[in-house]
């Protein structure tokens, strides 16, 4: 065991929080370059680059229940954790070099379906992603105590992570995205795989192991997740719609229905808090709260591009783009319409994972004072703001770089306080189970950006996108205001007090 990890100083931390940077950056590399290449160099339209996007949350949905239940129980290279996020760096790598030769896989193959090898392509980048991120996520738990050094250790994942994130941007301005594709994958190699080799995890661990007195299979899972019905019904509409577009009259009601239903529950499993309290019942409240956050975040990613080619583009010179600056001085190639989308995508990208690295910290700090449920209910609201200036004030460039910085301080809480408010919820012998079963409410709520995809097709309005992201994360902000603060904070709080 390296010295610093009995020690859990910061550059132990720090050092844990590497195996989720590697995650970070296949996500920034993914999110600045998938939707554009899609759209750009293969043709696709909105809806069927969002049709690809599925293959994400479906990899989800099997990858990190699957991955999280296995590697609570399993034992083999040396780790509970490290295998899995060992192979899943590998996976990434690869599918990173086989993005820009979709068209030569094409060839090889015979299969002239473009959409097909595509959604293939991003379906195992996002199952490698997912088999990485649950046991990134779950080790830090694993091996930090609860209250002020887990939230740390979280904190220190989300600031490496957005570092690197940040970078992925400015590399995608610099040389392009197909590039920064094979940056990616040298870079999440590396990350992944060696500095998970001087972390030593504990076999035994006997805290958790005489708390373990529940029996979770598939049937308890899907029992769990109830309070996401309304999001998983939805994502299998979406597949199916897809395939069968006769079935068009039964979209907007299905959406509607499905909101609804989340809602509805949420009123129900608030109600149920207030006169039962439980960590159960906690844990349901901050998986529905955070399920609308990723809708609007995931909408985010996947369909910026198309805002910014339709309301910002036309309102502004190709020449005077500031995105378009990083490449022209430093590669001195000449940037076309085309490349223009892609740098201002990743310029407001580039500003919200800067301020997503740089946040935490500060909000670490008021978290001390005011606790860590309020401070992620005032982070996340700045994303509200952020979301619905950009929809109704967004005409020219740098007005969508104000939305991503007050968007960012919201993304900055989502990746990072979350998690540690979470984890103080459940039962530390099935930490990866239940981070893979919370991971649902991501992965199944970003189906739903299927759907915003297919109304701003039908109405031909762009500005749709961020009203309906704002909308969500309000849903969420409401749900939040609910949540209890976990009683590490309390306990944190009443001893701080009590020092002055």
Known sequence: MLNIQKKMNNAFLALLGLP????????????????????????????????????????????????????????????????????????????????????????????????????IIALFLDLSVNVTFNPARSIIADLTPEGKVRTSGYVWMQIISGFFGV????????????????????????????????????????????????????????????????????????????????????HNPIIIAALAYSVI??????????????????????????????????????????????????????????????????????????????????????ILNLVGAIFPLILQAIAKNIGRVKTYIAALSFSVIGYFYVAFFSKVEVDFYIGMFLVGIGWSAVISIVFAIMSERVNPAKMGLFMGVFNLAVVLPQMMSNGVANIIKETGNHQLLYIFCGLFVMTSVLFWMFVKEPESSIVKQKISSAGH
């Open 265 to 350: 529950i949420g009123i129900i499993i608030i109600v149920r808090g207030l006169k039962n309290p439980s960590n159960k019942n906690e844990f349901q409240k901050i998986m529905l709260a955070h399920s609308f956050t990723w809708v609007a975040f995931q909408s985010m990613f996947i369909m910026s591009g198309f805002f910014i080619e339709k309301q910002i583009l036309p309102n502004i010179n190709i020449s005077s783009v500031s995105a378009n600056w990083f490449a022209e001085k430093l590669t001195g190639v000449t940037q076309t319409s085309d490349s223009s989308i892609g740098n201002i995508v990743s310029l407001g990208f580039f």
């Open 167 to 250: 970078l992925a941007y400015f590399l995608s301005m610099v040389f392009g995205n197909e590039l920064l594709l094979y940056i990616a994958a040298g870079i999440v190699f590396l990350t992944a795989v060696f500095p998970i080799l001087f972390i030593q995890e504990k076999r035994e661990q006997p805290e958790a192991q005489a708390a373990d007195n529940e029996k979770f299979g598939v049937w308890q899972i899907i029992k769990e997740i109830y309070p996401l019905y309304g999001f998983l019904t939805f994502g299998v509409f979406s597949l199916f719609y897809h395939f069968f577009p006769e079935m068009q009259p039964l």
């Open 20 to 119: 989720a940077t590697a995650v970070g950056f296949a996500l920034s590399t993914q999110i600045a370059t998938l939707s554009w290449i899609l759209s750009k160099k293969y043709g696709l339209d909105i809806h069927d680059v969002a049709f690809v996007w599925l293959a994400g949350p479906i990899a989800g949905i099997f990858g990190q229940v699957i991955v999280g239940l296995l590697s609570d129980n399993v034992w083999f290279m040396g780790g509970r954790r490290r295998p899995f996020i060992m192979i899943g760096g590998m996976v990434s790598t690869v599918a990173f070099l086989a993005l820009p030769h979709i068209h030569g896989i094409s060839r090889i193959t015979g299969i002239a379906d473009i959409i097909l090898i595509a959604s």
